[in-house]
């Protein structure tokens, strides 16, 4: 079955650890996309790739950092400068061919004791 | 700057009834698409139905629609025969022509159908 995976689905870490969560697609897509959703709120995006080995920031990238090594894979980092990392985070992809459609995995839900 | 507006945080209906979630979006691309996504309390994210701007015809999927006036900059999704199994978080969203597809988020609307 294609699609997109994120892992873990419930992530606890200390206040002041840097922590990172997977997202990995087989849907042969080109573009990568991180989103993250706070309660009760849409979604805003953090970082975004395009091509292999190359990513710009989106709306609120401080604090985050990616890399995009492979195609299939977009890992997130979230860092102890991120001030209030608690939040539920969504991987997404798409074609760059494909206008119409940016599938989502199920995300990660992080919470920073 | 693109902008999407979901004026309605709740709405409550009868099961088997229609029901229209609004949207409103400001942008200056004059090539752009609009989505909807719906998000059950599992989280994830699922892709209901996209209308492009130059598209001639409302975009339909199964119950959905939506109902685009791109004078009005409205795109809103229209739900006919509303099942129990649609209550949840519904987002409009929209992308620009530039660049990647990144996708700018409404706040959601939280839709209950009542048996």
């Known amino acids: 079955d294609g699609g997109i995976t994120q892992s873990p689905k419930y992530l606890f870490r200390k206040e002041g650890q840097n922590v990172t969560l997977s997202c990995e697609q087989n849907?042969?897509?080109?573009?990568m996309y991180w989103y993250r959703q706070d309660p009760g709120q849409g979604l805003r995006l953090i970082y975004y790739s395009q091509i292999v080995n190359d990513f710009q920031k989106g709306d609120i990238a401080e604090g985050y950092s990616v890399s995009r090594e492979k195609k299939e894979s977009f890992p997130l980092t979230v860092t102890s400068a991120q001030k209030n990392p608690t939040a539920f985070y969504l991987c997404?992809?798409?074609?760059?061919?494909?206008?119409?459609?940016?599938?989502f995995g199920p995300g990660t839900r992080l919470t920073v004791l | 700057a693109q902008k999407i507006t979901q004026t309605q945080p709740g709405m409550f209906v009868q099961e088997k009834e229609a029901v229209t979630l609004d949207c409103t979006y400001d942008?200056?691309?004059?090539?752009?698409?609009l989505f909807w996504y719906k998000q059950p309390s599992s989280g994830e994210m699922i892709f209901l139905i996209y209308q492009g701007s130059y598209d001639q015809q409302n975009a339909t999927e199964g119950r959905y629609s939506l109902n685009f006036q791109k004078a009005r900059k409205s795109a809103n999704l229209v739900i006919s025969a509303s099942q129990l199994g649609d209550s949840a978080m519904y987002f409009c969203a929209m992308r620009g022509a530039q660049g990647a597809q990144k996708l700018v988020f409404g706040q959601g609307t939280r839709l209950t159908i009542n048996p």
């Open positions: 849907l042969n897509h080109d573009a």
């Open positions: 942008t200056s691309d004059p090539s752009y698409g």
């Open positions: 997404a992809s798409n074609s760059v061919s494909s206008y119409n459609e940016q599938f």
